[in-house]
């Protein structure tokens, strides 16, 4: 069992990576806001450290309809537009996954995002709440989504879905889990028509990237431990960070896919690459077969042909940027058109806010959204 203090802190990092809630980026942003609390209810109260969180509704609800549902066992809830320009009866849709590292988060924590992208963009968004680590680690999360994405597919039609128009998106976990999704997915018929990853964990091979080293992401050690195991042993997180946690043979095979060579110059500007790491074979016992699964870790796949449009959105105050970066290169050298937006002065979790970062990032998501379902009228 996950010792509890360990599993506070891990609760509240992850709570403070996937909404970008450090109190000196949520202050300003909620300047001008009415909040309302939301009806449903699960509504509640989340307290952790410095952070109080009232779940509460930043967007003002017009012209939605918001249902909660269960799709093949697991709870989704739906926003669906009540009026759209075109009178379409078959709407294009999004399905999306929360960030929270795994262990946190649900569709109460993102209620006021999933509302203002479903008004934003007019399509139907279907926020899906996946068992959560470390009670239910993986594969139970992933599967959590597939199933109910699945299930979307399946019975699109009773659902006012139109299949050909079902975009995959998510934020940080969320992120990774919308891209494992979408890899499980890429013989589908009808294929998805995009992704949209907003600062995605991807890897876990190599912690000592520039982007881990600028900003310390030693903190997601044990969100991913949470999430292979079920349980965090502190050793094992050591021998991560020091990237001792695989053996040569798997470094050499997996490692062109993390090469920093392929970074920006700027995002390499002072960064010394580690000397030469000396295998710790326990660790890399216990972790190698999560660290090369590409369901886990979606960069390390040797095949990214066939996935749908991408949007890849990066920050720069965020240990996972890299990380990012090098996904939507490999996704390019594999053909498939991806479009990549870095935010410098960003930082993980912002993107759900309001704050001036946050707008241009959402105001790009919105433009992606429109012109891939735009291409397909």
Known sequence: MIDMRVSTRLRIVALLAALGVALLVLKPCMQGWHVRPVTSPKSKTVSHGVLHLTVAELVPVVNLQVADHVFDGVPVRMYRPSTNSSKERFLPAMVFYHGGGWIHGSIDTHNSYARRIAMDTGLLVISVEYRLAPKYPYPIPVDDC?????????????????????????DSAGGNL???????????????LAQVLIYPVLQSLNFQLPSYTAINGQWLLPLFLSYFMGSVDHSLSDAMLKGSHVSD???????????????????????????????DPVAAKALESFVTNSDINPLMSDDLEGLPHTMVLTVGIDPLRDEGVLYAIRLKEAGIPVYHMHYDDARHGEGLSRSKPAIRMNSDIVKFIHDRVSDTL
Do not use: C
């Open 178 to 192: 919308a891209a494992a999704v979408s890899q499980r997915m890429k013989s589908n018929d009808p294929p998805l």
């Open 249 to 279: 043979r798997v470094r050499q095979l997996y490692s062109k896919y993390v090469d920093h060579r392929k970074l920006p110059e700027s995002f390499r500007t002072g960064y010394v690459a580690p000397q030469a790491i000396k295998t």
């Open 146 to 170: 597939h199933k109910a994405t699945l299930y979307i597919m399946n019975h699109a039609s009773e659902l006012d879905i139109d299949t050909s128009r079902v975009i995959l998106m998510g």
